[in-house]
């Protein structure tokens, strides 16, 4: 039913009719009918309604009335009831209800009257007021919030533009001092290329002038002994005591030409080699790593955790598929490989281990520490048989000589030291780099020792004399590790900033120059054949350099930088360790 508008009383008017002369016919009321059924009817209706018009052509949409609810108005007595329970007043409350059904019993009362609409309305209104007035007050606040908000971002915007405009400007001058410095060291190119010249050819006359040195010596010798034999012929009888006196006085004379001024020997300092060992790889076909060979090259076999701290070097048993461990956490372990499996477990130094070789024979491990020393542990005795402290600044690397007799070690008090293990004292300090020695190894089977330092220098040395006996120059950052190939032809370097250079050791020359900038390299390794080069970078992966192809690729695999990298003897498997505290067997 459609909603009836309400009703307003103006003036209230009674009009008064004579009952008598007005008939009303009672209507019945059928009680029989049912909701059901009229609604039935109204549907029936309507539905031929539609198929009449259907079928005159006139057909239209016919809108059902939709059901509503009409507002009743309000009873005045119960509007103040409601009135005075909304505002809590309980007393006129029950005031009004006695007075209210006093009156009412009396019959004092006629019809209550209902409330007009604009009062609800009004409520209703104010009610609706409060409410937005309340939301105002929320939007308000929430206003005030945002402007503080926006005033802060502002005052960060501008704090940050500042910011970014001193940054650029930085900057700006960062790359114009950098193009300044190259100029600046384009200008010194000459002058550095004439000064190498110049020492190359320093060298070369030293060793010729050393060389005639020695033949000098050798004449003299010749000499003094013609001279000491006629002398003896000639000498008469009488001259006996003069004669013998002068053979005495040439004697010491060419005594102290000829031998070097005497040192302390101890009597079970082990006798250097005077001649280099026979390399039995030098002439034999070495077997090709499979990176080569195998489709695809290496892959990841199998990853095992070594430390609790992060591996700095690694080292391959000489006989055996075993290797060891060092690490920051102050303990070396050693390993079998592929599998992993934990051998044994070495603790005695205080601080970082940097360094450790095996013996030749595989029955000794050689480690160098940050606690300055040099440690060497015997297999079958489970112990440390030997500790080395000469060194005045942490140790950096530590390898045998082929004899294993010696163990010379590098340091960052810029010398390296040979060690003999027998008569555990220091036989030799080699000093000439001007800066701390971060790696060093033997040239296989000779006495020859190499060394590389943060001077951005490569030095051999002769065990024998002490003296260094050649030194390449190219690098133009510090050195961290230097490896000879197993033939010993050639020198592999690399530096802190990613270059790896080879040299040709017989020639002294550079051969070629590898870039893998930005990440430093930390160590080199060649494989048995020499055709492959291992460079263990800092981005956390190892570089498989193919140098005759020139052709690099990349094993992914730790998360930290990769601190050392080797091959085993066969070149079936390489073996890498990272600051990750893994170790990772790729084949």
């Given at each position: 039913?459609?909603?009836?508008?309400?009703?307003?009383?103006?003036?209230?008017?009674?009009?008064?009719?004579?009952?008598?002369?007005?008939?009303y016919?009672?209507?019945?009321?059928?009680?029989?009918?049912?909701?059901?059924?009229a609604?039935?009817?109204l549907?029936?209706?309507?539905?031929?309604?539609?198929?009449?018009?259907?079928?005159?052509?006139?057909?239209?949409?016919?809108?059902?009335?939709?059901?509503?609810?009409?507002?009743?108005?309000?009873?005045?007595?119960?509007?103040?009831?409601?009135?005075?329970?909304r505002?809590?007043?309980?007393r006129t409350?029950?005031?009004?209800?006695?007075?209210?059904?006093?009156?009412?019993?009396?019959?004092?009362?006629?019809?209550?009257?209902?409330?007009?609409?604009?009062?609800?309305?009004?409520?209703?209104?104010?009610?609706?007021?409060?409410?937005?007035?309340?939301?105002?007050?929320?939007?308000?606040?929430?206003?005030?919030?945002?402007?503080?908000?926006?005033?802060?971002?502002?005052?960060?915007?501008d704090?940050?533009?500042?910011?970014?405009?001193?940054?650029?400007q930085?900057?700006e001058?960062?790359?114009?001092?950098?193009r300044?410095?190259k100029?600046?060291?384009?200008s010194?190119?000459?002058?550095?290329e004439?000064?190498?010249?110049?020492?190359?050819?320093?060298?070369?006359?030293?060793m010729?002038?050393?060389?005639e040195?020695?033949?000098?010596?050798?004449k003299?010798?010749?000499?003094?002994?013609t001279?000491?034999n006629?002398?003896?012929?000639?000498?008469?009888?009488?001259?006996?005591?003069?004669?013998q006196?002068?053979?005495?006085?040439?004697?010491?004379?060419?005594?102290?030409?000829?031998?070097?001024?005497?040192?302390?020997?101890?009597p079970?300092?082990?006798?250097?080699?005077m001649?280099?060992?026979?390399?039995?790889?030098?002439?034999?076909?070495l077997?090709?790593?499979?990176?080569?060979?195998?489709?695809?090259?290496y892959?990841?076999?199998?990853?095992?955790?070594?430390?609790?701290?992060?591996?700095?070097?690694?080292?391959?048993?000489?006989?055996?598929d075993?290797?060891?461990?060092?690490?920051?956490?102050?303990?070396?372990?050693?390993?079998?490989?592929?599998?992993?499996?934990?051998?044994?477990?070495?603790?005695?130094?205080?601080?970082?281990?940097g360094?450790?070789?095996?013996?030749?024979?595989?029955?000794?491990?050689?480690?160098?520490?940050?606690?300055t020393?040099?440690?060497?542990?015997d297999?079958?005795?489970?112990?440390?048989?030997?500790?080395?402290?000469?060194?005045?600044?942490?140790?950096?690397?530590?390898?045998?000589?082929?004899?294993?007799?010696?163990?010379?070690?590098?340091?960052?008090d810029?010398?390296?030291?040979?060690?003999?293990?027998?008569?555990?004292?220091?036989?030799?300090?080699?000093?000439?780099?001007?800066?701390?020695?971060?790696?060093?190894?033997?040239?296989?089977?000779?006495?020859?020792?190499?060394?590389?330092?943060?001077?951005?220098?490569?030095?051999?040395?002769?065990?024998?004399?002490?003296?260094?006996?050649?030194?390449?120059?190219?690098?133009?950052?510090?050195?961290n590790?230097?490896?000879?190939?197993?033939?010993?032809?050639?020198?592999?370097?690399?530096?802190?900033?990613?270059?790896?250079?080879?040299?040709?050791?017989?020639?002294?020359v550079?051969?070629?120059?590898?870039?893998?900038?930005?990440?430093?390299?930390?160590?080199?390794?060649?494989?048995?054949?020499?055709?492959?080069?291992?460079?263990?970078?800092?981005?956390?992966?190892?570089?498989?350099?193919?140098?005759?192809?020139?052709?690099?690729?990349?094993?992914?695999?730790?998360?930290?930088g990769?601190?050392?990298?080797?091959?085993?003897?066969?070149?079936?498997?390489?073996?890498?360790?990272?600051?990750?505290?893994?170790?990772?067997?790729?084949s």
């Amino acid at each position: 039913m459609p909603t009836q508008d309400p009703i307003y009383y103006i003036e209230k008017v009674e009009i008064e009719e004579d009952a008598e002369s007005i008939d009303y016919e009672e209507v019945k009321y059928d009680d029989d009918v049912s909701d059901s059924e009229a609604e039935e009817d109204l549907e029936t209706a309507l539905r031929s309604m539609q198929q009449n018009l259907q079928s005159e052509g006139l057909q239209e949409a016919v809108e059902i009335p939709k059901a509503t609810v009409t507002r009743r108005p309000e009873v005045v007595d119960d509007f103040i009831r409601n009135f005075l329970i909304r505002y809590k007043m309980t007393r006129t409350l029950d005031a009004f209800q006695r007075e209210w059904y006093e009156l009412q019993t009396r019959g004092g009362l006629e019809n209550p009257e209902l409330v007009p609409d604009c009062y609800v309305q009004n409520e209703e209104l104010e009610n609706r007021v409060k409410f937005l007035q309340r939301e105002i007050e929320k939007m308000g606040r929430s206003v005030n919030k945002a402007g503080t908000q926006y005033i802060k971002m502002k005052k960060e915007r501008d704090y940050h533009r500042m910011h970014h405009r001193r940054i650029v400007q930085e900057k700006e001058k960062l790359f114009t001092d950098i193009r300044r410095l190259k100029k600046h060291y384009q200008s010194y190119e000459p002058a550095l290329e004439e000064l190498k010249n110049k020492y190359e050819t320093a060298m070369r006359e030293k060793m010729l002038t050393k060389i005639e040195c020695e033949k000098n010596i050798s004449k003299i010798s010749n000499l003094t002994t013609t001279l000491s034999n006629y002398e003896t012929a000639r000498a008469s009888a009488n001259d006996v005591n003069l004669s013998q006196m002068k053979e005495v006085e040439l004697d010491e004379i060419v005594q102290k030409a000829e031998q070097p001024k005497k040192t302390f020997v101890h009597p079970k300092d082990s006798a250097i080699p005077m001649e280099p060992g026979v390399n039995p790889d030098l002439n034999s076909s070495l077997p090709v790593t499979c990176h080569l060979t195998k489709p695809g090259g290496y892959h990841q076999q199998h990853s095992f955790k070594a430390h609790d701290l992060a591996v700095s070097n690694i080292a391959l048993h000489p006989l055996r598929d075993v290797i060891a461990t060092v690490s920051d956490d102050t303990t070396w372990k050693m390993w079998s490989v592929p599998d992993g499996e934990l051998l044994l477990t070495g603790r005695g130094h205080t601080m970082w281990i940097g360094g450790c070789d095996f013996h030749p024979q595989g029955t000794k491990l050689a480690t160098g520490s940050g606690d300055t020393s040099v440690k060497v542990w015997d297999f079958s005795e489970g112990e440390c048989v030997a500790t080395f402290n000469d060194h005045s600044h942490p140790v950096w690397g530590v390898a045998w000589h082929h004899s294993g007799n010696f163990l010379a070690s590098c340091s960052m008090d810029n010398s390296s030291k040979l060690f003999d293990v027998v008569s555990e004292r220091c036989r030799c300090t080699f000093r000439g780099h001007s800066d701390s020695v971060n790696s060093l190894t033997f040239l296989p089977y000779s006495n020859i020792l190499c060394t590389c330092s943060a001077d951005k220098t490569i030095s051999m040395w002769d065990i024998r004399t002490g003296l260094c006996a050649q030194t390449f120059y190219g690098h133009v950052n510090a050195i961290n590790n230097v490896n000879f190939n197993t033939q010993g032809t050639a020198i592999a370097s690399c530096d802190a900033y990613g270059i790896v250079k080879i040299w040709d050791v017989r020639q002294v020359v550079e051969i070629e120059t590898y870039d893998f900038e930005p990440h430093p390299a930390n160590s080199v390794k060649f494989d048995t054949s020499g055709a492959c080069l291992a460079v263990a970078s800092n981005d956390g992966s190892v570089k498989m350099l193919e140098i005759e192809k020139n052709r690099v690729t990349e094993l992914s695999g730790h998360e930290d930088g990769v601190q050392g990298a080797l091959f085993n003897r066969n070149g079936e498997m390489l073996i890498s360790a990272s600051s990750d505290t893994t170790v990772k067997i790729w084949s």
